[in-house]
C-alpha cells in the first residue's frame, strides 16, 4: 500500500473503475445471498445434483475460475444468457439510495464506469436503487468481456478497450482483491472497498467506506 494520502496519489486519475457488488452497495445489503440461493437452484435444477453438492460445484467454480458462470461454460456448455436472467432475478426493496455517494461520483474528474462480473441489466437495476443511476458514463457486464470473468486479465483488456480507458490515469475500486490485480499490473491504482483490510502489493489504498474514501479526495464535500 502507498504511503501518499489519496487525494495526493488519485490527484492524476481521469478514469475511474467501479465494481458493482459489495463495492457501490454496503455488503451488509446482502443482495450476493439471494444470487447464490439462485445459482444453487440452478445447478440442482440444470446438472440434476442435489443440494449438497451443487454448493461445493458453485463454489469451486468461482474459485477456480472466477465466476461460477465461467465454470458452469467451460464444464457443462452452459447458455450464459439464460442462466443470467435467472439468478439475477432477485429483490432490491432494502436497497437504499446513498445520495452522497451520488455526489461525489459524479464530482470525479474524467471517464466513471462501473465493470461487473454480473450482467449490465442487473446492474442497471442496483444502480437505480442506490440513487446512483447518471453517475456513470458506461456500464459494461461480464457479456461486455465475452463472458471471461475478472479476474482474467483479458476481461480486463476488453472492457478497458471497449471503454477507451487509459490504464496510465486510471483507478480500480473493487470488493475481490484478486479482482484488482491485473489492473494494478495495467498501472492503474487499486482501492480495496471491503470491512477487512487485505495486505498486497497490488492494492494501493484500502477502505470500508467508500463514500467516505471519495470524500477524501476533495473534488465534493
Request: hydrophobic content about 40%; some cysteine; overall charge negative.
Amino acid at each position: 500500500m502507498t504511503t501518499l494520502h489519496p487525494r495526493t496519489a488519485l490527484a492524476h486519475v481521469r478514469h475511474w473503475v467501479f465494481d458493482l457488488d459489495n463495492t457501490l452497495y454496503p455488503p451488509e445489503a446482502r443482495l450476493f445471498d439471494q444470487i447464490e440461493v439462485r445459482m444453487t437452484e440452478w445447478m440442482m435444477r440444470t446438472l440434476s445434483v442435489s443440494r449438497p453438492e451443487a454448493n461445493r460445484l458453485r463454489r469451486a467454480y468461482w474459485e477456480l475460475y472466477g465466476t461460477t458462470l465461467a465454470g458452469l461454460m467451460a464444464e457443462h456448455g452452459q447458455d450464459p444468457e439464460e442462466y443470467m436472467l435467472d439468478v439475477h432475478d432477485i429483490t432490491l426493496d432494502h436497497l437504499t439510495r446513498d445520495d452522497v455517494l451520488a455526489r461525489r461520483i459524479r464530482a470525479l474528474p474524467g471517464r466513471r464506469i462501473v465493470f461487473t462480473n454480473g450482467s449490465a441489466p442487473y446492474a442497471e437495476r442496483v444502480l437505480e436503487a442506490r440513487g446512483l443511476a447518471g453517475c456513470f458514463d458506461a456500464v459494461f457486464g461480464v457479456e461486455h468481456a465475452a463472458y471471461t470473468p475478472k479476474p482474467q486479465a483479458a476481461a480486463f483488456r476488453r472492457v478497458f478497450d471497449a471503454a477507451g480507458l487509459d490504464t496510465a490515469t486510471g483507478a480500480m475500486f473493487e470488493d475481490d482483491p484478486r479482482n484488482l490485480a491485473a489492473p494494478r499490473r495495467m498501472g492503474l491504482k487499486t482501492v480495496h472497498v471491503a470491512p477487512t483490510r487485505e495486505t498486497a502489493d497490488h492494492i494501493d489504498f484500502h477502505t470500508d467506506d467508500l463514500t467516505a474514501f471519495l470524500g477524501t479526495l476533495g473534488h465534493a464535500p
